[in-house]
């Protein structure tokens, strides 16, 4: 196997199709099921949080975002503070590694830079046609747009804010430069709320207004709301927002007028911060919304026959499990009808049953913590794509949301540079009972996302890299090949 690694390496800009020795395939040490490996980089051991993968002319990029810590680059021979990964995956099974883009000092949370999203200055309105930008957390402080036209040489642009509380899942519109950036103004009461910017063009960022819950606002008074996680918008055509807020515990989807949050009073009074929201849900106490993703105008196959209500709306809610040896409530896929916007309710959920691979005591996490939100012809309302942490990645069915099942599913082997996740001391001194199993390396798939090729990126948490993945067998049959890039 070594003999096959080092035959694999590329020695150009120190890229290399690394298949981690114990990881080689399905048969030696991963466990598998209508998935199979195709491709595979260590992401300088680094760990991961969330993928984004771009067309670039002839070329596919990867660009993933990381948690704090501090780790060699080979490429320049000097430790960096982790921030932005980026690799070339033109080829799926050599991907080779280009350049580490640093972000902010500090581990876990509190450094790096968690969130990219990538936009090509062909559909920015204002932007550089011949240039791809990047839109990047740097750490809690701010926001970066960078020039990544040529990859191996990213450039600052420009920096968004500054001595913010808080950063995290960004969305940015490419179509209209319209950018929700999860922040924490210091003048707001919650560590992570949204402030919107025209990035139509990137040089010259436009701030267009702050928002968030009612009690989240300057001066309100009581008890503050739930931060936000993150939004996905539908766009002008779609005319929505859906907002999720807290991860574990505690969620609210917000269902927001795009067109009213834009243009409506800006003063964030509780009246202008309820004048754009549709609808809002609480979730339980116990369960989050870390990802919420719209299904919209599934044309359910079970009611093909009705009258009435065959074509209906979705929103797939992701919570994220926070605890080791499920010391919490279990975190879960959660499907809610939107059909009647103003009356939305629960029709479905997922979860991995613990029992089919003793996820409790592997170690690690144990439940979801997101979704792909990618929204490609190929797999949108067909096949979505769950992190599951110890549990791999799983691909379910949703063709019918009101009955969802797992086709297919891939747990990477560990490699050398798997390390135990670490437990945050205030929940070691929050009186769980914790036993041995919290101290065990295992895999803890973080981020997920698919290209348009259908190749799918799973990225772990506890430093073990980026695997490059692809269906196989019946699961395969279920995407739309025929909407696949070439």
């Not at 580490?100 to 920015?124: D, N, S």
């Not at 011949?130 to 191996?152: C, I």
């Not at 499920?326 to 499907?335: A, I, K, S, T």
Request: glycine content about 10%.
């Amino acid at each position: 196997m070594r003999v096959l690694l080092i035959a694999l390496c590329l020695a150009a800009l120190g890229g290399c199709a690394q298949v981690p020795p114990a990881a080689a395939g399905a048969g030696a040490g991963a466990e598998a099921s209508n998935m199979r490996l195709v491709g595979y980089s260590d992401l300088q051991g680094r760990t991961a949080y969330q993928p984004t993968i771009q067309q670039q002319g002839s070329r596919w990029i990867a660009y993933v975002g990381h948690h704090g810590d501090r780790k060699p680059n080979p490429l320049s021979g000097a430790p960096e503070d982790n921030g932005t990964s980026i690799v070339d995956v033109t080829d799926p099974a050599r991907p080779r590694y280009l350049a580490h883009v640093p972000g902010e000092t500090g581990r876990a949370e509190q450094g790096g830079a968690q969130m990219v999203r990538i936009c090509p200055g062909a559909t920015l309105p204002k932007g550089d046609k011949s240039k791809f930008y990047m839109l990047r957390t740097f750490g809690n402080q701010a926001h970066e747009v960078w020039d990544v036209t040529t990859p191996e040489r990213p450039s600052l642009v420009t920096r968004i804010g500054s001595g913010l509380k808080g950063t995290h899942k960004n969305w940015w519109e490419c179509d209209t430069g319209i950018a929700y950036l999860v922040s924490g103004d210091p003048q707001w009461r919650t560590t992570r709320m949204t402030q919107i910017y025209d990035l139509s063009d990137p040089a010259k960022p436009v701030f267009i207004r702050n928002f968030g819950l009612v009690g989240q606002q300057p001066g309100a008074t009581g008890p503050v709301p739930i931060s936000l996680h993150g939004p996905i918008s539908t766009g002008p055509k779609g005319n929505r927002v859906y907002f999720g807020y807290g991860t574990s515990t505690d969620g609210v989807l917000q269902i927001v007028d795009r067109q009213k949050l834009l243009t409506g009073a800006k003063e964030p009074t509780p009246e202008n911060l309820l004048a754009p929201q549709v609808a809002r849900i609480d979730l339980p106490p116990m369960h989050g919304a870390h990802t919420v993703f719209p299904l919209l105008q599934v044309d359910v196959p079970e009611f093909a026959r009705n009258y009435l209500g065959r074509v209906r709306d979705f929103i797939v809610v992701t919570d994220e499990a926070i605890q080791k040896e499920c010391l919490e409530g279990r975190q879960m896929v959660w499907v809610v009808d939107i059909s009647t916007e103003t009356r939305p309710f629960g029709v479905s959920n997922f979860t991995v049953p613990e029992g089919s691979g003793n996820f409790c005591s592997r170690g690690g996490r144990f439940g979801t913590h997101s979704s792909n939100e990618n929204m490609t012809p190929l797999y949108y309302k067909r096949l979505m794509f769950f992190a599951h942490f110890n549990a791999g990645v799983r691909v379910l069915d949703v063709r019918n949301p009101l009955a969802l099942k797992e086709v297919a599913h891939y747990i990477p082997a560990m490699t050398e540079n798997t390390v135990v996740l670490e437990t945050p001391a205030a929940q070691r001194a929050g009186g769980l009972p914790f036993t041995a199993a919290a101290d065990r390396r295992a895999i803890q798939t973080n981020n997920v996302e698919v290209d348009d090729r259908g190749y799918v990126y799973i990225v772990d948490r506890a430093n073990t890299g980026m695997h490059i993945l692809e269906l196989t067998g019946a699961a395969r049959g279920l995407a739309d090949w025929s909407k696949a890039a070439k």
